[in-house]
């Protein structure tokens, strides 16, 4: 079965700038950008990200309103924010590097289980138990015969997860790897391409008949939630040089308020301004999404209006 996930791998992996020679810190940028992001999305992002900030202390020294304005519309800023605090640690502990061990990665702020062991492995070749989404997949209907796995992450999950990494260091970064893409691109959620799968001999959901699910997978709604709204005032505040006047987040402008903004704020922002307002959120809830914004550090509120932190 490694043998098999191995080659498949190596004759059919994506050639994703974030594998092959890249360095610790292109690796960590591409972990952190990627959680609940699809790859399409992330990679302009990451290559415009690394050109800009290559190390670590580059990235340190940027304010974090540019930080949160070049994460752009990948979603879930405070990853911005956790990324800009991590690499300031990494400046100040670290000699400005990305530490190469799972427990130095896991003391890094915003770092959890998942992306230290995945930067441990695919960083720095350390044999370490990297489970994702895509990887909890595979395993369930590789081995447990199950359509999918539970909807939260397991102990037992975890268990057989260890036991089936390699041995060899080697052989098992490219064992997280291969288990990783082929949920990515073959034992996909909906739509398996199982006539395609390197082990489908082996396949245990295969041999059961491909049982249904036991439970339907909930998506994130988007339209008319919070996180639609702080996603829209997020973006009047990116394009915004100078702090935006409360009165201009809650409604369209009188000609008297456009012009003020006009003058005051690039194009951009009564483009931004429109899609917000084209949201007809209520008022409850926009006072929600701008404290929420607040308390996270992703908004600052001063006298002038509200603002990227600085």
Known sequence: ??????????????????????SPWGVLVSEIMLQQTPVVRVQPVWEEWLERWPTPAAFAAESPAEVLRAWGRLGYPRRALRLHAAAAMMVEKHDGAVP??????????????????????????????????????????????????SPALTSAEMKLAAELLPADPAESVEWNAGVMELGALICTA???????CPVREQCAWIKAGQPEPTYIPKGQPWAGTDRQVRGAVMAVLRAAEAPVHADLLWGPATEQDAAAAHLAHPAGVAAALGKLHGLNTHAPQLRRALAGLVTDGLAQHSADGYHLPR
Request: aromatic fraction near 10%.
């Open 1 to 22: 079965m490694h043998q098999e996930v191995a080659q498949w791998f190596r004759q059919t992996a994506r050639d994703l700038p974030w594998r092959g020679d890249c």
């Open 190 to 196: 909906r739509s398996p391409k199982c006539d395609f």
């Open 100 to 149: 190469d061990t799972f427990e130095e990665l896991l003391a890094l702020p915003g770092i959890g289980t998942y992306t230290a062991a995945a930067v441990a492995a695919f960083a720095f070749g350390r044999r370490e138990t990297v489970v994702d989404t895509n990887i909890r997949r595979v395993h369930a209907r590789l081995v447990i015969g199950q359509a999918l796995p």
